[in-house]
């Protein structure tokens, strides 16, 4: 039997085994997306206005105090140092 027959027969009979997993994985993983309440965005446009908003909420929310110390309170809510 020739190399690439060999070959053949090795991929032949280990694909649908490696299709079964790979299909396993993705279901969990998708199962372990969701539960983390999805997919943020699907595009970098949606990303960019979701940081952009919740940017803003957080500026209204601590409109009271000066300039820098509003920026270090929302970097660290951001960061979960709140």
Same mark, same amino acid.
């Given at each position: 039997?020739?190399?690439?027959?060999?070959?053949?027969?090795?991929?032949?009979?280990?694909?649908? !085994?490696?299709? #079964? +997993? /790979? *299909?396993?994985?993705?279901?969990?993983?998708?199962?372990? %997306?969701?539960?983390?309440?999805?997919?943020?965005? !699907?595009n970098p #446009? +949606? /990303? *960019?206005?979701?940081l952009?908003?919740?940017?803003?909420? %957080?500026?209204?929310?601590?409109?009271?105090?000066?300039?820098?110390?509003?920026?270090?309170?929302?970097?660290?809510?951001?960061?979960?140092?709140?």
């Amino acid at each position: 039997m020739a190399r690439w027959q060999i070959l053949m027969h090795h991929i032949r009979a280990t694909l649908p !085994d490696i299709k #079964v +997993r /790979i *299909t396993e994985q993705q279901k969990k993983f998708n199962t372990e %997306l969701q539960s983390l309440g999805g997919m943020v965005a !699907d595009n970098p #446009v +949606r /990303i *960019t206005t979701s940081l952009a908003l919740m940017y803003n909420l %957080l500026i209204f929310r601590y409109a009271g105090l000066s300039g820098s110390l509003c920026h270090n309170r929302i970097f660290f809510r951001i960061h979960g140092r709140d």
